[in-house]
């Protein structure tokens, strides 16, 4: 099951439009907003007889281990050589597209990490046969930083090429008391184990960070269960934050 915002659903459906489109599209977002469940829904949409999804996550990500990685994922042996394995990509993309047709879709995740050089490259992998044509569906998913990497000048060819761009927001207040009890209803409870006030300190140390969220509340579920409380209030979740969750 999954908890959705206004904000997950619009990233959902621009991720959908740059898969049917073939385009170049970066999401970003702080850690734990839910940008690689955004990626899960998305996949999970697709259907594998149109489409044919390609998803990296790999924080030393070369040029070269890139191409051996997306053509492991495309059932090939990869060339040992850089260019070998471009011009191999090249035709199995063709293949995939032209015979098969299906639209291949690549996801590379932690993208915030990627280097230099693996960035350069990405400006090389959508001219496969002209400018105006895009071989494949790019998404590059990282978190804030990734923003303020391609402003740099030295990535404007790059950042001239991307034809969709999201930022991920956290959850207000209302969404991280409505995110709990959605979960607390997945889980088969109806009750509410978590007071308002309780919701309110969730929110003051979680910031609406799902991550966040989801850690304090099962360590307070947890504590609760072993004491055989039925509620939890502000003071267990203080209790817990301070305890378990400030170091």
Same mark, same amino acid.
Not at 6 to 13: A, G, V, Y
Not at 67 to 72: G, P
Not at 140 to 169: F, N
């Given at each position: ?15 959908? !439009? ?12 702080? @850690? ?20 044919? @999804? ?15 990685? @997306? ?83 030295? !990535? ?53 960070? =799902? ?12 504590? =609760? ?23």
């Amino acid at each position: 099951e999954l908890y959705s915002t206004p904000s997950i659903e619009e990233l959902c459906e621009r991720l959908q !439009y740059a898969a049917r489109n073939r385009l170049f599209a970066v999401i970003t977002g702080d @850690v734990g907003t839910g940008k690689t469940t955004a990626l899960r829904k998305l996949v999970d949409s697709l259907d594998i007889n149109r489409y044919k @999804v390609m998803y990296i996550s790999d924080s030393s990500l070369t040029p070269r281990n890139f191409y051996w990685e @997306v053509l492991n994922q495309l059932g090939c042996e990869a060339k040992f050589y850089r260019g070998d394995a471009k011009r191999q990509l090249t035709r199995e993309l063709s293949n995939l597209i032209e015979t098969q047709k299906r639209i291949p879709v690549i996801i590379s995740d932690e993208a915030h990490l990627l280097s230099r050089e693996m960035l350069e490259e990405v400006r090389f992998l959508l001219n496969f046969k002209m400018d105006s044509y895009n071989p494949m569906s790019l998404i590059l998913a990282g978190q804030s930083e990734l923003r303020d990497v391609l402003k740099k000048q030295i !990535y404007e060819a790059i950042c001239q090429r991307i034809d969709i761009r999201y930022h991920l927001t956290p959850y207000d207040r209302q969404q991280t008391g409505e995110y709990i009890k959605k979960h607390l209803e997945y889980a088969g409870e109806t009750r509410d184990i978590f007071t308002e006030k309780a919701i309110g300190e969730i929110y003051d140390y979680s910031h609406g960070v =799902a991550r966040k969220i989801n850690k304090v509340c099962i360590a307070c579920l947890m504590h =609760a269960a072993q004491r055989q409380t039925k509620l939890i209030d502000d003071h267990v979740v203080r209790l817990i934050i301070e305890d378990e969750f400030n170091w």
